[in-house]
């Protein structure tokens, strides 16, 4: 059977790692990296260093893209002059970008008769080509099969969205709203014990074995309610959360803690009753975030 060529172009910490775990396959490894010297090592291992992005892309069926931004991408492509026929080629941009970035790209891909597969790593580079690896993929389904055994090596864990290209972006960054801001709070959680020479061997012991446990069950029972459409039956409404981090606010403020996080969220407590939703359960705080701007003033 004739070996597919694959060529990886950019080789940060996760480039790096899709390589390295591509090496492993029986596959012909292309890579290019605008620092020449971070091919080394891979080249080493057995995979190919071109000289430049077109030659990546001209001595491969599958391009994996994976760059710090759409704009170092767009870059390349003008730097370069990249104008060439993708007819039988194969992109899989893993560079996370915005929704009007992925759009326009897709219209350079299709122009230049090419396929695309839209991707956002849901991983660390050091869990790349293990069980908990996993990948948000979106693109023609025909397309995604091709690939398939490639993307299996990867990421064993992938969910297709189908042929909504900007889902990935938008389905990643929807998910790191929820855990960037469950971390940045429990960081705020840690300052205040810190400020009242609580030990944080307690905080940690009780947030992990106690708080872990009922965010994760009450994430999901949040996310059941909002798709149910009854954000009113509730143990907790807004109004009872909201005393409760108006205590908060206070006791940040009394140990002259930095008060952004709960400001914040004070905030967004007000917008709530300010619509009426004092009584409804806590899921009901969708509608403010679904909100327009013109609301929202």
């Not at 760059?67 to 104008?83: G, H, M, R, T, V």
């Not at 940690?204 to 996310?223: A, F, H, L, T, V």
């Not at 909201?242 to 140990?255: C, F, H, R, V, W």
Request: net charge negative.
């Amino acid at each position: 059977m004739k070996k597919t060529n694959i060529s990886v172009i950019g080789l940060g910490s996760m480039g790096l790692a899709l390589a390295k775990t591509l090496l492993k396959s029986d596959s012909n490894i292309s890579v290019w990296n605008r620092t020449l010297s971070k091919s080394q090592d891979l080249n080493n291992k057995g995979a190919h260093v071109c000289l430049s992005p077109i030659e990546a892309l001209q001595c491969s069926e599958i391009i994996i893209v994976c760059l710090s931004n759409y704009e170092a991408w767009k870059n390349i492509i003008d730097s370069n002059q990249i104008d060439m026929d993708l007819s039988k080629k194969t992109i899989v941009q893993l560079t996370s970008g915005s929704i009007e970035e992925v759009t326009d790209h897709s219209d350079w891909v299709k122009k230049h008769n090419g396929n695309l597969l839209e991707g956002a790593i849901i991983s660390f580079p050091t869990e790349i080509g293990t069980k908990d690896s996993s990948i948000i993929l979106a693109g023609n389904n025909e397309v995604i099969e091709n690939c398939k055994e490639i993307i299996s090596l990867l990421f064993p864990i992938h969910t297709n969205l189908g042929d909504n290209l900007i889902g990935p972006t938008v389905l990643s960054r929807a998910l790191v709203s929820g855990g960037l801001a469950g971390l940045i709070g429990m960081m705020n959680g840690v300052a205040i014990c810190q400020k009242a020479d609580i030990s944080l061997d307690h905080f940690k012991d009780i947030y992990i074995g106690r708080i872990n446990p009922m965010i994760n069950q009450e994430s999901r029972r949040i996310i059941e309610a909002i798709v149910a459409e009854d954000t009113k039956s509730t143990e907790a409404s807004i109004s009872a959360w909201g005393y409760g981090q108006e205590a908060l606010l206070s006791i940040s403020k009394t140990l002259d803690a930095k008060l952004d996080f709960q400001l914040a969220l004070n905030s967004l407590f007000k917008q709530a009753v300010k619509a009426g939703l004092e009584d409804n359960d806590l899921s009901a705080m969708v509608k403010i975030f679904k909100m327009n701007k013109q609301s929202n003033e």
